[in-house]
């Protein structure tokens, strides 16, 4: 198996040849983790095929964390020359969703060892550009450094997205890998139970001139939540817990839906959990990275947002308890509580970074104070709407990466999967996808009358409008 990867770097220190030779090493970790998750992919012909309709082929992707480093070290003014104007523009745009009904990508490809070829000479002047370029502690905002760290940490957030896609891709077009093992121990479903925690405030963002850890635009700033006291589940919802709202015609009795989640099950005529197999019986299989295996029904469920939301108005009913999904506010006093506080999440203790398995584990595997999983195994759905904290400011490199999800349309998810990394491993971290996306995401529920915001997030005007316009996303 891969080794765990390499914690986020400080941006401080004292001596610049020893933070050259560290960032030398976490880029290449980097670069060659998410090419190796590329190996699982049969033969050639695979990266061009979609995983699913209304995304690229699997080439785009390939091409895409490498042309980013070019494209932001143009904007900081560390390069002015590109190395491939024509991909540096075809592999830019595209990464989200086209449209759902899309049926077809009509773009030309170049080869795929023309791809191969072009991400070495990425690899090979960003190695030089980190060497040679003058450095000076700490890295700033300003910093072309900050282009390259931002390079890395995006092509970390495409080794687990790229890894969602490879497991939609029908199992002919790829085989398993001795670096990406699967955990070994499947059992049956556990009894979960609820568990009490007290209300306080926290208090949430990084200040602006925080050189600690790199982050991303959207946790700089601030907000204060006055968080409730509420109970929460013991364990994420398993593949056994939540087979019950399954058998349950949960997925065909219209009323533990929202409108949203209506039109995701008429688009997509689903049945079941994305990584569930009908079987004739009325059994499933499960689908893991990049093989089929019975179900794990111990392990937690992989649903979007508005799946997770059925769940919890059908539980509701059923019980005559008001079940919803946490809070950013209340997963933060979970976190708290479970001692998992630090500025980086502790991979011994928890699924996440690459340490144990490339796929989750038992949900009663790592126990975070009363709970288990708060970070770790899969990521865990939020009814928070993704906005901005007081004071946020767009980093003006990559001014499409928060402001588009300032919609409405986007949910915040915590604590990271197996195979988060780099950014995605902080506690100050904020990830948002819109609720019918499909992730290495679950969640755990809630009982609380909810939270009274002490501050009320500042709601940035969104400047992307026209986004499905301009680029043909939803």
């Given at each position: 198996?891969?080794?765990?990867?390499?914690?986020?770097?400080?941006?401080?220190?004292?001596?610049?040849?020893?933070?050259?030779?560290?960032?030398?090493?976490?880029?290449?970790?980097?670069?060659?983790?998410?090419?190796?998750?590329?190996?699982?992919l049969?033969?050639?012909?695979?990266?061009?095929?979609?995983?699913?309709?209304?995304?690229?082929?699997?080439?785009?992707?390939?091409?895409?964390?490498?042309?980013?480093?070019?494209?932001?070290?143009?904007?900081?003014?560390?390069?002015?020359?590109?190395?491939?104007?024509?991909?540096?523009?075809?592999?830019?745009?595209?990464?989200?969703?086209?449209?759902?009904?899309?049926?077809?990508?009509?773009l030309?490809?170049?080869?795929?060892?023309?791809?191969?070829?072009?991400?070495?000479?990425?690899?090979?002047?960003?190695?030089?550009?980190?060497?040679?370029?003058?450095?000076?502690?700490?890295?700033?905002?300003e910093?072309p450094?900050?282009?390259?760290?931002?390079?890395?940490?995006?092509?970390?957030?495409?080794?687990?997205?790229?890894?969602?896609?490879?497991?939609?891709?029908?199992?002919?077009?790829?085989?398993?890998?001795?670096?990406?093992?699967?955990?070994?121990?499947?059992?049956?479903?556990?009894?979960?139970?609820?568990?009490?925690?007290?209300?306080?405030?926290?208090?949430l963002?990084?200040?602006?001139?925080?050189?600690?850890?790199?982050?991303?635009?959207?946790?700089?700033?601030?907000?204060?939540?006055?968080?409730?006291?509420?109970k929460?589940?013991?364990?994420?919802?398993?593949?056994g817990?939540?087979?019950?709202?399954?058998?349950?015609?949960?997925?065909?009795?219209?009323?533990?839906?929202?409108?949203?989640g209506?039109?995701?099950?008429?688009?997509?005529?689903?049945?079941?959990?994305?990584?569930?197999?009908?079987?004739?019986?009325?059994?499933?299989?499960?689908?893991?990275?990049?093989?089929?295996?019975?179900?794990?029904?111990?392990?937690?469920?992989?649903?979007?947002?508005?799946e997770?939301?059925a769940?919890?108005?059908?539980?509701?009913?059923?019980?005559?308890?008001?079940?919803?999904?946490?809070?950013?506010?209340?997963?933060?006093?979970?976190?708290?509580?479970?001692?998992?506080?630090?500025?980086?999440?502790?991979?011994?203790?928890?699924?996440?970074?690459?340490?144990?398995?490339?796929?989750s584990?038992?949900?009663?595997?790592?126990?975070?104070?009363?709970?288990?999983?708060?970070?770790?195994?899969v990521?865990?759905?939020?009814?928070?709407?993704?906005?901005?904290?007081?004071?946020?400011?767009?980093?003006?490199?990559?001014?499409?990466?928060?402001?588009?999800?300032?919609?409405?349309?986007?949910n915040?998810?915590?604590?990271?999967?197996?195979?988060?990394?780099?950014?995605?491993?902080l506690?100050?971290?904020?990830?948002?996808?819109?609720?019918?996306?499909?992730?290495?995401?679950?969640?755990r529920?809630?009982?609380?009358?909810?939270?009274?915001?002490?501050?009320?997030?500042?709601?940035?005007?969104n400047?992307?409008?026209?986004?499905?316009?301009?680029?043909?996303?939803?």
């Amino acid at each position: 198996m891969l080794h765990r990867q390499m914690k986020s770097l400080g941006l401080g220190g004292n001596d610049t040849q020893s933070k050259r030779e560290e960032l030398r090493d976490y880029f290449h970790q980097s670069f060659a983790l998410f090419e190796s998750l590329f190996d699982l992919l049969a033969f050639d012909e695979v990266f061009y095929r979609q995983s699913e309709p209304t995304r690229h082929p699997m080439i785009f992707y390939f091409g895409h964390t490498a042309i980013f480093y070019i494209n932001k070290l143009i904007a900081s003014g560390a390069l002015t020359e590109r190395i491939n104007p024509h991909f540096e523009e075809l592999f830019a745009v595209g990464v989200d969703e086209m449209t759902w009904d899309a049926s077809s990508d009509s773009l030309k490809w170049p080869s795929i060892d023309a791809v191969r070829v072009y991400r070495q000479q990425v690899r090979s002047l960003v190695d030089q550009l980190i060497t040679t370029l003058p450095m000076k502690l700490p890295i700033t905002k300003e910093d072309p450094f900050w282009a390259i760290w931002m390079g890395i940490e995006h092509e970390r957030i495409h080794i687990e997205t790229s890894s969602v896609l490879h497991r939609q891709m029908p199992l002919e077009f790829v085989h398993p890998h001795e670096d990406f093992p699967i955990c070994p121990i499947q059992g049956e479903r556990l009894e979960n139970s609820m568990v009490e925690f007290e209300g306080r405030e926290v208090c949430l963002g990084k200040g602006g001139e925080d050189n600690g850890l790199y982050g991303w635009d959207n946790e700089y700033g601030n907000t204060c939540y006055s968080v409730e006291d509420f109970k929460t589940s013991k364990y994420l919802v398993s593949n056994g817990e939540y087979l019950e709202f399954v058998l349950a015609n949960g997925y065909t009795t219209p009323c533990w839906w929202d409108e949203e989640g209506l039109r995701y099950l008429q688009i997509r005529q689903v049945t079941s959990p994305p990584f569930w197999i009908p079987n004739k019986d009325g059994s499933y299989t499960y689908r893991a990275l990049a093989q089929e295996m019975p179900m794990p029904y111990n392990w937690p469920v992989e649903v979007n947002a508005l799946e997770a939301e059925a769940f919890c108005r059908w539980k509701s009913a059923q019980e005559g308890e008001t079940y919803r999904l946490p809070s950013e506010g209340e997963w933060m006093v979970m976190a708290q509580e479970g001692g998992m506080k630090e500025d980086i999440f502790d991979d011994q203790r928890s699924n996440i970074n690459l340490a144990h398995f490339a796929s989750s584990v038992p949900v009663d595997t790592f126990a975070h104070g009363k709970l288990y999983d708060v970070v770790g195994n899969v990521w865990q759905w939020t009814q928070t709407q993704m906005d901005a904290y007081e004071g946020f400011k767009t980093h003006p490199w990559y001014d499409d990466f928060s402001e588009p999800t300032f919609d409405g349309k986007h949910n915040l998810m915590k604590g990271g999967s197996w195979i988060s990394t780099g950014n995605e491993i902080l506690f100050t971290s904020r990830y948002a996808f819109r609720r019918h996306f499909i992730q290495h995401a679950g969640f755990r529920y809630v009982v609380g009358d909810g939270e009274n915001e002490a501050k009320k997030y500042t709601r940035i005007e969104n400047m992307y409008e026209d986004w499905k316009k301009r680029y043909g996303s939803v």
